[in-house]
């Protein structure tokens, strides 16, 4: 019986959560990353650090003064009945002015995007956001990428 209760009391949301973009990298060259705290509502922490988010779509924009970012998918909560959360909504991003000024001024420059790179849970137990102010590659970038990966592979299954 004794099993069956320390089965029972297992936390589900023990892990670490760390849920990247790994589009993010391949298609932006980054500029600058910051790491900003969300707004969040009702469950969606729970899906958080159940880790069913999205960011492969995700971008961040200014929207009088303030930074939020649009596409994000957090799936609905499980566990949830009627109080359950949008899955895509705009959320607000959390960062001091000094950042957000400094963001918004660069980003008005022709070419820059803010896109979210990875989704992580703080010692304190908050859900933050590394966003990143990014140039998009081009395609002979990326093919340049590639062959780099390539190369270190290659390398790597030599040394064994």
Do not use: W
């Amino acid at each position: 019986m004794n099993s069956k209760k320390k089965m029972a009391k297992i936390n589900r949301f023990e892990k670490k959560i760390n849920i990247k973009n790994k589009k993010a990298s391949f298609e932006f060259e980054f500029v600058d990353t910051y790491v900003a705290g969300l707004v969040l509502r009702g469950t969606e922490i729970k899906s958080i650090r159940e880790g069913k988010v999205s960011l492969t779509e995700a971008f961040c924009f200014f929207k009088s003064e303030e930074l939020f970012i649009r596409q994000m998918h957090i799936a609905p909560y499980s566990m949830a009945a009627s109080f359950n959360h949008e899955a895509v909504r705009e959320r607000k991003l959390l960062l001091s002015r000094k950042e957000l000024d400094k963001l918004e001024s660069k980003f008005a420059e022709k070419g820059l995007s803010i896109i979210p790179i990875r989704i992580f849970i703080n010692d304190q137990g908050l859900a933050k956001m590394e966003i990143a102010l990014a140039r998009g590659k081009k395609t002979h970038d990326k093919r340049q990428d590639i062959k780099e990966k390539d190369a270190k592979r290659e390398l790597g299954k030599l040394a064994y």
